[in-house]
């Protein structure tokens, strides 16, 4: 009985990591966007940003985390890009079915002040590929942070991230503070290292 229920967990264990295998993670490059429509910008992609930090941002209309992310999307961007920081932000409907038009998703964004590119990933085809594929997920508002050679090294796995405090709200500020800090740090390291070259 023993024998039989260990050889059980292994198969699960097998079957487990066999499907993570495919999950990106810090420490991978990240992979070239799948052809997408985008508002603000000509299409994007992460093979010609190479030398820029990107900063990438999955969101949709109606979601309140990515509501009240948008504060820090816009201040980074106003703060940092100049610095070298680009800011994609790739929206995605939901549910998958509801499908607004270009207006809709140009009024949000009119909204919310964005002036870094909008990628419309409406099938959720670049989603799907970076991060819903491999393992059931909390969230789709997921953030990838790359260095300038692509890499990823941080990644934010959804929810918000703001720097107003608000109780109940105390990860969302120490979310942003770290996803701040790391920023600053890769676009002085890169500055010091442009300006010894």
Not at 106 to 118: A, L, W
């Amino acid at each position: 009985m023993c024998k039989w229920i260990s050889g059980i967990l292994w198969i699960i264990l097998i079957s487990v990591s066999c499907g993570n295998k495919d999950c990106i993670t810090t420490g991978d490059n990240f992979p070239e966007l799948l052809p997408i429509d985008w508002i603000q910008a000509p299409p994007q992609s992460i093979l010609k940003l190479k030398g820029k930090i990107i900063l990438i941002r999955w969101w949709t209309d109606g979601c309140e985390y990515c509501y009240r992310s948008s504060d820090a999307l816009n201040e980074w961007y106003q703060k940092y890009h100049e610095s070298g920081l680009e800011i994609l932000g790739i929206y995605h409907p939901k549910p998958l079915e509801r499908q607004p038009s270009d207006e809709e998703i140009r009024s949000y964004i009119f909204d919310k002040g964005f002036k870094f590119p909008i990628g419309l990933d409406l099938q959720w085809q670049n989603l799907n590929m970076v991060w819903l594929h491999c393992t059931k997920r909390s969230f789709t508002s997921v953030s990838f942070l790359l260095n300038r050679t692509g890499r990823i090294i941080y990644i934010h796995e959804g929810g918000e991230y703001h720097k107003i405090f608000q109780k109940g709200h105390e990860q969302c500020v120490t979310d942003y503070n770290k996803l701040d800090s790391i920023l600053r740090v890769e676009l002085d390291t890169s500055t010091i290292i442009e300006k010894s070259k």
